[in-house]
């Protein structure tokens, strides 16, 4: 149930009632075919009784209570039919066992763990960016899942009061709660909040003790090894994008053996000078990769065409790590993270 403001008239009708209500309206607007209004409308029961599973040993625990930022949601049962919006959402509901509770995912932005490849394809894509709200609702969701604080975009029409207003349940990544200081005990706080939501605790119990000795595994294989110096380039040209001393990146770095050279950034993200990456002198820059922006050869060479970056010693001697922008996020990919950092910042110990 949402707890914001009051719903229109259209409260008299069931939840699933409100969402094919909107369903048609929107549809309408969109002068979509007869043939998409009829394909708006799921099947009924929830996913476990289409499946064939005994509900009641799904919903022991209910009814749950959940402040996700600021929204306060009590889930009487746990969602059956799941929209996520961005890719970690997605890989977290994979990692958790919940492949039949999703009807539909969006905005992949790198590639998909290999462990989680053949579940993720089964789900339907909606959009190869943020979907419409209309999009959205022509899946029939009665929970929507997002990464980014733009899945819920007023302005796109997806904010979370829409979704309440058609029946629809919405949950942010904590990230974008507006807290500006991530940890990985954010992601294995988030894991377990999703856990409680769709009622399998000790799934994410057991997600979160498999990540955290992932963790544990690469740091302790670097633990006596110096820091090494570590500049991460998101992006930019007339000046560097990089993240900060308060961004989930700089935790990984550091559980890897390394020392992010702008951990002082006081934000998630900031813009440095070019002058400032030469004076702190990186030994090895963390390349961000991720869809929509420059492939991570071509940040490669423009990092290695730049005159002024020619004495750094990561540029002279070319070592560069690649991470994919989801796995410095509030997800699963974290944990997997540290390791591929590890082994890319202290080789040798991992020979």
Same mark, same amino acid.
């Given at each position: 149930?949402?707890?914001?403001?009051?719903?229109?008239?259209?409260?008299?009708?069931?939840?699933?009632?409100r969402?094919?209500?909107?369903?048609?309206?929107?549809?309408?607007?969109?002068?979509?075919s007869?043939?998409?209004l009829?394909?708006?409308?799921?099947?009924? &029961?929830?996913?476990?009784?289409?499946?064939?599973?005994?509900?009641?040993?799904?919903?022991? &625990?209910?009814?749950?209570?959940?402040?996700?930022?600021?929204?306060?949601?009590?889930?009487?049962?746990?969602?059956?039919?799941?929209?996520?919006?961005?890719?970690?959402?997605?890989e977290?509901?994979?990692?958790?066992?919940?492949?039949?509770?999703?009807?539909?995912?969006?905005?992949p932005?790198?590639?998909?763990?290999?462990?989680?490849?053949?579940?993720?394809?089964?789900?339907?894509?909606?959009?190869?960016?943020?979907p419409?709200?209309?999009?959205?609702?022509?899946?029939?969701?009665?929970?929507v899942?997002?990464?980014?604080?733009?899945?819920?975009d007023?302005?796109?029409?997806?904010?979370?009061?829409?979704?309440?207003?058609?029946?629809?349940?919405?949950?942010?990544?904590?990230?974008?709660?507006?807290?500006?200081?991530?940890?990985?005990? +954010?992601?294995?706080?988030?894991?377990r909040?999703i856990?409680?939501?769709?009622?399998?605790?000790?799934?994410?119990?057991?997600?979160?003790?498999?990540?955290?000795?992932?963790?544990?595994?690469?740091?302790?294989?670097?633990?006596?090894?110096? +820091?090494?110096?570590?500049?991460v380039?998101?992006s930019?040209?007339?000046?560097?994008?990089?993240?900060?001393?308060?961004?989930?990146?700089?935790q990984?770095?550091?559980?890897?053996?390394?020392?992010?050279?702008?951990?002082?950034?006081?934000d998630?993200? &900031?813009?440095?000078?070019?002058?400032?990456?030469?004076?702190?002198?990186?030994?090895?820059?963390a390349?961000? +990769?991720?869809?929509?922006?420059?492939?991570?050869?071509?940040?490669?060479?423009?990092?290695?065409?730049?005159?002024?970056?020619?004495?750094?010693?990561?540029i002279?001697?070319?070592?560069?790590?690649?991470?994919?922008?989801?796995?410095?996020?509030? &997800?699963?990919r974290?944990?997997?993270?540290?390791?591929?950092?590890?082994?890319?910042?202290?080789?040798?110990?991992?020979?």
């Amino acid at each position: 149930m949402y707890d914001g403001p009051c719903r229109p008239h259209s409260l008299s009708l069931s939840r699933a009632g409100r969402r094919r209500f909107v369903v048609r309206v929107a549809a309408t607007v969109a002068a979509l075919s007869t043939t998409v209004l009829a394909a708006g409308c799921g099947p009924s &029961g929830s996913a476990a009784e289409r499946a064939g599973g005994p509900q009641s040993s799904i919903t022991k &625990g209910f009814p749950v209570t959940i402040d996700n930022c600021g929204v306060k949601t009590t889930y009487e049962k746990p969602p059956s039919r799941v929209v996520t919006i961005h890719q970690h959402p997605a890989e977290l509901m994979l990692s958790l066992g919940l492949k039949d509770r999703m009807v539909g995912t969006a905005f992949p932005d790198s590639a998909v763990l290999p462990s989680l490849r053949k579940d993720y394809a089964s789900v339907p894509k909606l959009s190869a960016r943020a979907p419409s709200f209309e999009k959205v609702l022509e899946a029939e969701p009665d929970f929507v899942y997002g990464g980014y604080s733009s899945a819920f975009d007023e302005k796109e029409g997806r904010s979370r009061k829409a979704f309440a207003d058609a029946g629809i349940d919405t949950y942010l990544n904590r990230e974008y709660c507006g807290e500006k200081n991530v940890t990985m005990r +954010d992601t294995y706080a988030e894991i377990r909040t999703i856990g409680k939501i769709f009622g399998v605790p000790d799934r994410a119990d057991a997600l979160v003790s498999d990540l955290r000795g992932r963790v544990e595994k690469a740091s302790a294989a670097v633990r006596d090894e110096p +820091d090494v110096p570590v500049f991460v380039y998101d992006s930019g040209d007339k000046a560097a994008f990089t993240a900060g001393g308060k961004s989930l990146g700089t935790q990984l770095i550091h559980q890897a053996g390394g020392r992010n050279v702008f951990a002082d950034l006081d934000d998630v993200f &900031g813009d440095v000078s070019w002058e400032q990456v030469v004076d702190r002198g990186p030994e090895v820059i963390a390349i961000y +990769d991720y869809a929509g922006d420059k492939s991570v050869e071509q940040k490669k060479q423009y990092l290695l065409s730049q005159p002024a970056l020619a004495d750094v010693p990561a540029i002279k001697h070319k070592r560069f790590v690649v991470l994919p922008l989801t796995a410095t996020l509030v &997800g699963v990919r974290s944990a997997y993270a540290v390791e591929g950092l590890a082994r890319g910042l202290h080789p040798e110990s991992f020979k």
